[in-house]
Every structure is written in structure tokens, then in C-alpha cells.
């Protein structure tokens, strides 16, 4: 069963939607006890990165989380879920994250049109063709984004996915059974599909 958080900031019904349509047993809970008897864990969001961290510290989950993936649970991090994961967030001042992935979240140049919206295309980092999160995930498959914001890895080997909007920024990350994805896997069609299926299968 994978438990997807509710903490009144994420897209819930579309990715509860989407894991059942691949036959994933699944439910969305706002306590953070659900997450030990889970397999895995989805962690979602949209909105402002200082908003949802407060949310998710006011809803007990950050500790639960912290607790959960250091025993080896996968996680996935969806759109400003996969910001969470990291340890800061310049968005409308300094916010900290979970920490669990080194680096910072930023804003797009301003000579960039803002929000990246629509179909882009995935540059799978090379360390990772071959993983079970790409597995039938091909260079170039199009995803779905909607951020004025992105995260900045500290370490190369963290970097899942990348894709180009007048550079070449992180659009996946992957830190053992951590993962995140900064365009939304529900909203991707086969790709996203393609990408849940695969996160199931990493809790094997």
C-alpha cells in the first residue's frame, strides 16, 4: 500500500487516481502514523514552498517521514513535493526543507517566461538509464510541468531527469529509495504512467 500525504497542499485525488488505475492498492491520509504500515510513501504539493513545509511540520509529518526513509522506505516527491526534499527554498525569503537531498531551490530567470508550463522533454542522467525508475522511460519522453521554481543538487549524482527552459535544469532527482519528480507523473500520460509503475516496483 502506498500512503499519499495529506497535509492541505497537494494534488491529491489526480495521483490517487492515477496509482489506481495501475492497480496500486493506495490511500491518502493525514496521520502520520499511516506511514509504518505503508510500502511507500507520495509525497505531493503545489502552492508556496514556506506554506507547505509549515503545513506538513503542523500535521506531524516530518518527523514520521524522516523516520520512515531512514529504515529504507521509498518515497516519491511530486512537483513541490521533490522541492520539500531538499534543505532550502529561496521563494519569497528562506525557508528549510526535509533535507533529505543536499541543495537549494531557486527561481527561474526572470528572462524566462514564468510559470514553465506544458509538455517538455526528459534527458535521463546517465548513471541511471538503466535503474527501475526508467525502466521503458526513454531520452526525450515528454512530461507535464507547471513551477516558477527548481532545485539545484549539490551533488551530480542525485540528478535523476534533467530538462532544457533556456538551460539545462533538474527535473528528477534520486538519492537511494528517494525520489522526485518536478513535473507531475499523473498528468504525463504513459510517461507518468510509466514512472509510478516503476516507483511501485522499487518497493519490492
Not at 78 to 86: A, E, S, V
Not at 94 to 103: A, P, R, S
Amino acid at each position: 500500500m502506498i500512503a499519499i500525504i495529506d497535509y492541505g497542499a497537494g494534488n491529491l485525488r489526480n495521483v490517487q487516481h492515477a496509482l489506481s488505475l495501475l492497480g496500486i492498492e493506495c490511500k491518502i491520509t493525514d496521520q502520520p502514523f499511516d506511514l509504518q504500515s505503508a510500502s511507500g510513501i507520495v509525497l505531493p504539493g503545489v502552492g508556496a514552498f514556506g506554506e507547505a513545509i509549515g503545513r506538513l511540520g503542523e500535521a506531524g509529518f516530518i518527523d514520521e517521514i524522516k523516520s520512515q526513509v531512514s529504515q529504507g522506505k521509498p518515497l516519491l516527491g511530486i512537483c513541490l513535493g521533490m522541492q520539500l526534499l531538499f534543505e532550502r527554498s529561496f521563494e519569497h525569503g528562506e525557508h528549510e526543507g526535509l533535507g533529505l537531498i543536499k541543495g537549494d531551490v531557486v527561481r527561474f530567470n526572470h528572462d524566462l517566461k514564468i510559470p514553465h508550463m506544458g509538455w517538455n522533454q526528459l534527458n535521463l542522467h546517465k548513471q541511471y538509464c538503466d535503474s527501475t525508475i526508467n525502466q521503458e522511460i526513454q531520452m526525450g519522453d515528454y512530461v507535464y510541468f507547471v513551477h516558477s521554481y527548481y532545485a539545484k543538487p549539490k551533488y551530480e549524482e542525485d540528478i535523476l531527469h534533467e530538462t532544457d527552459y533556456g538551460f539545462s535544469f533538474t527535473s528528477a532527482v534520486k538519492r537511494g529509495h528517494i525520489i522526485g519528480m518536478q513535473y507531475h507523473p499523473e498528468k504525463s500520460g504513459r510517461v507518468g504512467m510509466q514512472l509510478l509503475k516503476n516507483f511501485k516496483e522499487m518497493m519490492r
